[in-house]
């Protein structure tokens, strides 16, 4: 009798602890599990943003690779192509983009929605938006595509109009470079230069009140900023 009882407390011993280890076993497991599946979703959401993207309005378009890595580019018909690598990474609902050899340094705020990429302009930096592109895409034949229009698109003059974007830029760099306040650069209004129409464009208020002058990435200031009236 005693003896049976022994085997019964060593069994009860025994399956009591086969059920600990395999509950253990199966907690860290689903855990395991759990924390992977986390994982998976946060690298997936961050990989939304990979592939390429052509704003044809603006000649540029931006490639993003799975590693971080990128380039964008754009076409300039009276200066030199913008051809820079670039770093980005997921920060909370948006993405943060670097360019690694560029005159801007600053960080550019890039949003995507869909298909749609937006990059919110800063200090130095215009607002663009992009499509993306579905099958293959070379920046290089896109400039080259780019220039191409430019130049079959040219009828009064052998080079081709800098695009708003471009003088838009031109103007934020002198604005930011001569300590000027850039903050509303993004919400003028980019009108035809009338003194001289096939180079510049005119940067203008909601009132009509003309902020400065911008030929071929030359910045003529007008007294409203502060009475600045030299070119750079």
Same mark, same amino acid.
């Given at each position: 009798m005693r003896?049976? /009882?022994? #085997?019964?407390?060593a069994t009860s011993i025994i399956a009591i602890g086969l059920c600990?280890?395999?509950?253990s076993s199966s907690s860290t497991s689903s855990n395991s599990s759990k924390s992977s599946a986390q994982v998976s979703s946060a690298k997936k959401e961050e990989s939304h943003i990979v592939?390429?993207?052509?704003?044809?309005?603006?000649?540029?378009a931006i490639t993003l690779n799975s590693d971080g890595t990128g380039t964008y580019v754009m076409a300039n018909p009276t200066q030199a192509d913008i051809h820079d690598q670039l770093t980005w990474k997921k920060e909370k609902n948006n993405y943060i983009i670097n360019l690694n050899d560029s005159n801007y340094d600053t960080p550019i705020d890039a949003r995507l929605n869909e298909d749609n990429l937006s990059l919110v302009g800063n200090d130095e930096w215009p607002n663009q938006s992009f499509k993306r592109? =579905?099958?293959? $895409?070379?920046?290089?034949? $896109?400039?080259?595509?780019? =220039?191409?229009?430019?130049? %079959? %698109?040219?009828?009064k003059d052998t080079h081709s109009k800098e695009s708003s974007t471009h003088a838009r830029a031109a103007l934020k760099k002198w604005a930011s470079d =001569?300590? /000027? !306040?850039?903050?509303? #650069?993004?919400?003028l209004k980019a009108t035809t230069d009338l003194s001289e129409p096939d180079e510049g464009w005119a940067f203008v208020d909601d009132n009509g009140t003309e902020y400065a002058i911008v030929r071929n990435g030359k910045v003529y200031p007008r007294p409203v900023i502060?009475? !600045?009236t030299s070119s750079n």
């Open positions: 003896f049976s /009882k022994a #085997i019964l407390v600990t280890s395999g509950c592939g390429s993207y052509r704003d044809d309005a603006d000649g540029a592109v =579905h099958g293959d $895409f070379d920046v290089d034949n $896109f400039l080259k595509e780019q =220039h191409a229009k430019n130049n %079959s %698109s040219t009828t =001569h300590h /000027k !306040d850039t903050s509303k #650069i993004d919400n502060d009475g !600045d």
